[in-house]
Nanobody, 128 residues
Framework: EVQLVESGGGSVQAGGSLKLSCDFS????????IGWFRQAPGKEREGVSC????????DYVGSVQHRFTISSDNDKDTVYLQMTRLEPEDTGIYYC?????????????????????WGQGTQVTVSS
C-alpha cells in the first residue's frame, strides 16, 4: 500500500522560507513520480512542482518558478519542497501526490494526469 505523509508546514511572514517534506512508502522501485499540489481557500487545487524519482526530472508551475525547489532523497524515500520568498498568495494546504511511472512527472504537474495517491496535506500560511 502506497502511503504519503507531509510535514513541515507552518506560519511565516512574507519573504520567509519553509521546507516541506513528503515521506513516501509502498513503492517497489523508483519508477514513479511525486508532486506537490496546493489548495488555497475558495480555489481549486493546483500543481506546484513535480519530480521523477527515477531520473530526477522536475517541473514547476506558474509563479513558484525560481522561488521553490523540489528535490528527492531516494535513500530516505523523501521528497522535499524548499520554498523561499514566500508570498501571501502561497497560502494554502499543500498536498503530496504520487503517480506510477517515472515519466509521469510533467503530466502530473500540468493537470494532464490524475495522481493515484495522495497525502493528507500540511497547512502553509503566509502573512503580509
Amino acid at each position: 500500500e502506497v502511503q504519503l505523509v507531509e510535514s513541515g508546514g507552518g506560519s511565516v511572514q512574507a519573504g520567509g522560507s519553509l521546507k516541506l517534506s513528503c515521506d513516501f512508502s509502498g513503492f517497489t522501485d523508483d519508477d514513479h513520480s511525486i508532486g506537490w499540489f496546493r489548495q488555497a481557500p475558495g480555489k481549486e487545487r493546483e500543481g506546484v512542482s513535480c519530480i521523477s524519482i527515477s531520473d530526477r526530472s522536475t517541473d514547476y508551475v506558474g509563479s513558484v518558478q525560481h522561488r521553490f525547489t523540489i528535490s528527492s532523497d531516494n535513500d530516505k524515500d523523501t521528497v522535499y519542497l524548499q520554498m523561499t520568498r514566500l508570498e501571501p498568495e502561497d497560502t494554502g494546504i499543500y498536498y503530496c501526490a504520487a503517480e506510477p511511472g517515472g515519466g509521469s512527472w510533467y503530466g502530473l504537474c500540468q493537470g494532464l494526469l490524475p495522481a493515484s495517491y495522495w497525502g493528507q496535506g500540511t497547512q502553509v500560511t503566509v502573512s503580509s
